[in-house]
């Protein structure tokens, strides 16, 4: 990994340097700092995407405060019906995906992940928002991920991976996922039992596969059934990643 350009260097900033002890900050925290730092690519007009997840909430929350105070953005796309609620709610106007004139690129995007390896492949999903995600995320000049130091991995697959599927055929769906992946995938519930389904009015299936050892032959592999809508790899969409640890932020890129 290398600093990003234009980011300060070296990439790990002390907690001082920051203004706070970052040793005795909590999670929550850990992902303000992170959104926080994001904010510092954001410029005047840029066509913006807003992920989803509580990392990416986080950065609307900041970014909603630097548009009250002055900053104009340009178009704001999100990536999930909570993440478009958030973003009208501190101010930020969204533009609809559903227009046949919606916008088809971004300057920059942010969103959080659930895993992230050294090459900056990442497992996102964990908020069943992994399709319209990694739409906006193809759409980005630039794909920026922010996370508190934990969602950093050695190998991807610690964390189960999502794949969003279509309802009809699940049986089949399903049963051709665990022969791609060699696991039983577990359709997601909520707590009170009933599926959980997306924005999209899909399901969701999570692979507990442990250490994923190819990710793009399992990539590969998951997008060649026809019940499956996407997957949560991304394996070369991200540019740069924030991470905010105990030792303060780390800006990395591939």
Known sequence: MQSVDGWPSPVAQSGSELGADMATKDVAALKRDAAQAALELVEPGMALGLGSGSTALAFVEALAERVAGGLTVGVCVVTSRATGAAAVKGGIEVVDMMRDDAPTRLDLVVDGADEIDPALRLIKGGGAALLREKVVAQM??????????????????????PVEIIPFGRAVTLSRLADAAGVTPVLRTRAGGDL???????????????????????????????????????????????????????????
């Open 140 to 161: 980005a000049d630039r794909f920026i991920v922010i996370a508190d130091a934990s969602k950093r991995v050695a190998q991807l697959g610690a964390f189960p991976l």
């Open 196 to 254: 959980v389904q997306t924005d999209n009015g899909n399901l969701v299936a999570d692979l507990s596969i442990g250490a994923i050892e190819d990710p793009s032959t399992l990539s590969a592999r998951l997008s060649a059934i026809p019940g499956v809508v996407e997957h949560g790899l991304f394996l070369d969409e991200a540019k740069g990643a924030i991470i905010a640890g105990d030792d303060g932020i780390s800006r990395l890129t591939a």
